[in-house]
């Protein structure tokens, strides 16, 4: 039987290199923002900031997988933390070192209907394209405050959006129109619904988009997850672990620990992780 040292000098460079890559596992850690990692909506703690910098000494990689825009994240992600991956508009936008490198679209007909629905019943919405956005009753947005913190976006009518990724419309006023409305765009057949029960908002974005699926497809399978909240549910099903950062109660059946919300706690957390994994 051949030794598994002779073995690796009859490989030739290339498929040195594949065997190499295939039996290395790089792992990678994807962190939720709000509610996980920024409980202002505006800034992260120093001490987060300096243990997620550590990562590449252990040989992690990490992921801010988050509902906020790219454009959103500036404020929370300082110096090099804007240079890592951001996976924004859950799973909609990809974006490396500060650039756009995919994104998924909602299809023109399929904003459409949208729009033309939340204008017969004056519905607000707020809707995303990769850097730029389009509002409809501004002040029924509830998260409006945490919306382009640096003034780099510019707001355009929905007609102007060049590529629209997530809608979101609260329903804490119109709850009456929620069956229906969900009714009319699952009829579409193009688009991922989620509706958050504690925001009453609905969040849309383009057929099997979520921030599990684009993880997933861009970055593999081997990741530790933390979160917070309902739309980290796929994201801990496919984690080889997840932590659930506060006490949302239907995170908790996924999650294979419960940390509180306080930042030393999450950093102390996130240290041993990068440690043990």
């Given at each position: 039987?051949?030794?598994?040292?002779?073995?690796?000098?009859?490989?030739?460079?290339?498929?040195?290199?594949?065997?190499?890559?295939?039996?290395?596992?790089?792992?990678?850690?994807?962190?939720?923002?709000?509610?996980?990692?920024?409980?202002?909506?505006?800034?992260?703690?120093?001490?987060?900031?300096?243990?997620?910098?550590?990562?590449?000494?252990?040989?992690?990689?990490?992921?801010?997988?988050?509902?906020?825009?790219?454009?959103?994240?500036?404020?929370?992600?300082?110096?090099?933390?804007?240079?890592?991956?951001?996976?924004?508009?859950?799973?909609?936008?990809?974006?490396q070192?500060?650039?756009?490198?995919?994104?998924?679209?909602?299809?023109?007909?399929?904003?459409?209907?949208?729009?033309?629905?939340?204008?017969?019943?004056?519905?607000?919405?707020?809707?995303?394209?990769?850097?730029?956005?389009?509002?409809q009753?501004?002040?029924?947005?509830?998260?409006?405050?945490?919306?382009?913190?640096?003034?780099?976006?510019?707001?355009?009518?929905?007609?102007?959006?060049?590529?629209?990724?997530?809608?979101?419309?609260?329903?804490?006023?119109?709850?009456?129109?929620?069956?229906?409305?969900?009714?009319?765009?699952?009829?579409?057949g193009?688009?991922?619904?989620?509706?958050?029960?504690?925001?009453?908002?609905?969040?849309?974005?383009?057929?099997g988009?979520?921030?599990?699926?684009?993880?997933?497809?861009?970055?593999?399978?081997?990741?530790?997850?933390?979160?917070n909240?309902?739309?980290?549910?796929?994201?801990?099903?496919?984690?080889?672990?997840?932590?659930?950062?506060?006490?949302?109660?239907?995170?908790?059946?996924?999650?294979?620990?419960?940390?509180?919300?306080?930042?030393?706690?999450?950093?102390?957390?996130?240290?041993?992780?990068?440690?043990?994994?």
């Amino acid at each position: 039987m051949i030794k598994f040292n002779e073995y690796l000098n009859t490989l030739d460079f290339n498929q040195l290199f594949s065997w190499f890559f295939c039996y290395t596992i790089f792992m990678k850690f994807v962190f939720d923002l709000d509610g996980t990692l920024c409980f202002d909506g505006m800034t992260m703690s120093k001490r987060l900031q300096k243990v997620l910098l550590t990562a590449p000494k252990y040989g992690h990689d990490i992921i801010f997988a988050t509902a906020r825009s790219y454009r959103d994240c500036l404020s929370i992600l300082e110096g090099e933390l804007n240079k890592l991956t951001v996976v924004g508009l859950n799973g909609g936008e990809v974006f490396q070192d500060g650039y756009l490198v995919s994104q998924y679209t909602i299809p023109t007909k399929a904003l459409t209907t949208i729009v033309d629905y939340c204008n017969t019943f004056n519905l607000p919405y707020f809707i995303d394209d990769t850097f730029n956005y389009a509002i409809q009753n501004p002040e029924q947005i509830p998260f409006l405050s945490n919306v382009d913190p640096l003034n780099k976006a510019t707001i355009l009518p929905v007609q102007e959006l060049n590529k629209p990724i997530k809608v979101v419309i609260p329903l804490l006023e119109h709850e009456d129109l929620r069956e229906d409305l969900i009714f009319n765009l699952n009829k579409l057949g193009c688009l991922d619904l989620s509706y958050h029960d504690i925001e009453r908002c609905l969040y849309i974005n383009p057929k099997g988009v979520t921030k599990a699926s684009t993880v997933l497809n861009h970055f593999g399978k081997n990741f530790v997850a933390f979160g917070n909240d309902q739309n980290d549910i796929p994201l801990f099903k496919n984690a080889i672990y997840g932590v659930q950062v506060g006490d949302f109660p239907y995170l908790k059946d996924f999650a294979d620990e419960i940390i509180p919300a306080v930042n030393t706690v999450i950093a102390e957390k996130i240290k041993l992780l990068f440690e043990k994994f």
